[in-house]
């Protein structure tokens, strides 16, 4: 089958490139999806590096979410399964004409929810609203966030707006906050504006900001913990500049405030099914009534897997990009 493989870590522009590999039989207890649509996610990208928290045997196909139609069942799984369509992430090998995916990992996908919205369903969606639960905040609170025009940033806005949850929503670049607001994203400030800080505090009138996530690190953590009021959250969850998060003491005392790390992969494995259940549940209804947006920058072949990269990284995007096999 066609796939986009790299038999070394490196730049994925560079390493990726389509190959031939065997068509894999599902296991048991897994099923074999045949792929309608892939999307490539950073963590894919980190992860064709070497420098992820996963790093696969090569050669390796790309990809850990997709969209897809079951086509056969392993031993133990159930036969009715076939020919249901399916959203999964946490997988493997997804930048492939079919792969592997174990029974528990399949979220059928109702016909309100189009192949694009279901390709990106899971994986940013639902480690948005994840980190959403994992904040404690409740209707009223205030929380601000870094790199709010990222996959994660925006979902995490609209979600927040759902639940009745006020957010401050910083973009790197000035043209940001129009992109935001295009969206229906509103609260959203540029931190390339010299008073920028003194433009959140007018935003929330004040009110103490009750947690803050942190994508960037270096000195863009401790602008965070500045921000916060007593008793606030800092969460990172990641680091784009690749530097240590930089928080002065004082603000950490005085204010008594606490940190977290989220790893979404780590957070959804201790997650109760229950629970689970309910976070996807809410999201395809968001996405089914068109309160939650998930859009589609461009769609590539598995053999323009190159440039679908070079998109994927490319500046003032405004959705994801997707392989379609």
Same mark, same amino acid.
């Given at each position: 089958?066609?796939?986009?493989?790299?038999?070394?870590?490196?730049?994925?522009?560079?390493?990726?490139?389509?190959?031939?590999?065997?068509?894999?039989?599902?296991?048991?207890?897994?099923?074999?999806?045949?792929?309608?649509?892939?999307?490539?996610?950073?963590?894919?990208?980190?992860?064709?590096?070497?420098?992820?928290?996963?790093?696969?045997?090569?050669?390796?196909?790309?990809?850990?979410?997709?969209?897809?139609?079951?086509?056969?069942?392993?031993?133990?799984?159930?036969?009715?399964?076939? =020919?249901?369509?399916? !959203? @999964?992430?946490?997988?493997?090998?997804? $930048?492939?004409?079919?792969?592997? #995916?174990? /029974? &528990?990992?399949?979220?059928?996908?109702?016909?309100?929810?189009?192949?694009?919205?279901?390709?990106?369903?899971?994986?940013?969606?639902?480690?948005?609203?994840?980190?959403?639960?994992?904040?404690?905040?409740?209707?009223?609170?205030?929380?601000?966030?870094?790199?709010?025009?990222?996959?994660?940033?925006?979902?995490?806005?609209?979600?927040?707006?759902?639940?009745?949850?006020?957010?401050?929503?910083?973009?790197?670049?000035?043209?940001?906050?129009?992109?935001?607001?295009?969206? =229906?994203?509103?609260? !959203? @400030?540029?931190?390339?504006?010299?008073? $920028?800080?003194?433009?959140?505090? #007018?935003? /929330? &009138?004040?009110?103490?900001?009750?947690?803050?996530?942190?994508?960037?690190?270096?000195?863009?953590?401790?602008?965070?913990?500045?921000?916060?009021?007593?008793?606030?959250?800092?969460?990172?969850?990641?680091?784009?500049?690749?530097?240590?998060?930089?928080?002065?003491?004082?603000?950490?005392?005085?204010?008594?405030?606490?940190?977290?790390?989220?790893?979404?992969?780590?957070?959804?494995?201790?997650?109760?099914?229950?629970?689970?259940?309910?976070?996807?549940?809410?999201?395809?209804?968001?996405?089914?009534?068109?309160?939650?947006?998930?859009?589609?920058?461009?769609?590539?072949?598995?053999?323009?897997?190159?440039?679908?990269?070079?998109?994927?990284?490319?500046?003032?995007?405004?959705?994801?990009?997707?392989?379609?096999?």
């Amino acid at each position: 089958m066609r796939s986009a493989v790299h038999t070394a870590f490196g730049d994925p522009a560079e390493v990726l490139h389509l190959d031939q590999t065997l068509l894999p039989e599902p296991g048991p207890g897994q099923v074999r999806v045949r792929t309608l649509l892939s999307p490539i996610h950073n963590h894919d990208l980190w992860t064709v590096r070497g420098e992820y928290g996963y790093k696969p045997d090569l050669p390796a196909v790309g990809g850990s979410e997709a969209v897809g139609i079951v086509e056969t069942v392993g031993e133990g799984a159930d036969a009715g399964l076939i =020919g249901r369509r399916v !959203a @999964v992430a946490g997988v493997h090998g997804t $930048w492939a004409e079919a792969f592997i #995916a174990p /029974t &528990g990992a399949l979220v059928p996908v109702p016909d309100a929810i189009s192949d694009e919205a279901a390709a990106q369903l899971i994986a940013m969606p639902f480690s948005a609203i994840s980190l959403l639960e994992f904040l404690g905040v409740t209707e009223g609170d205030w929380i601000i966030q870094n790199t709010a025009n990222g996959a994660v940033g925006k979902t995490l806005a609209m979600l927040a707006g759902s639940r009745g949850v006020r957010t401050v929503n910083l973009v790197r670049r000035d043209a940001g906050v129009a992109e935001l607001a295009a969206q =229906g994203i509103d609260n !959203a @400030v540029s931190t390339a504006k010299p008073d $920028w800080k003194a433009r959140v505090r #007018a935003i /929330t &009138g004040g009110a103490s900001i009750r947690a803050a996530v942190d994508s960037i690190g270096g000195t863009a953590s401790g602008d965070l913990a500045d921000l916060l009021g007593d008793d606030g959250l800092l969460v990172s969850f990641g680091s784009m500049k690749g530097e240590p998060m930089q928080i002065p003491s004082g603000a950490v005392i005085f204010k008594q405030l606490t940190l977290k790390g989220f790893w979404g992969s780590k957070v959804s494995s201790a997650m109760p099914s229950d629970q689970r259940r309910r976070l996807i549940g809410e999201l395809m209804t968001l996405v089914a009534k068109g309160q939650l947006a998930l859009p589609v920058e461009g769609v590539f072949g598995l053999d323009q897997v190159a440039d679908a990269v070079r998109a994927s990284l490319t500046p003032g995007k405004t959705g994801k990009v997707l392989l379609r096999p």
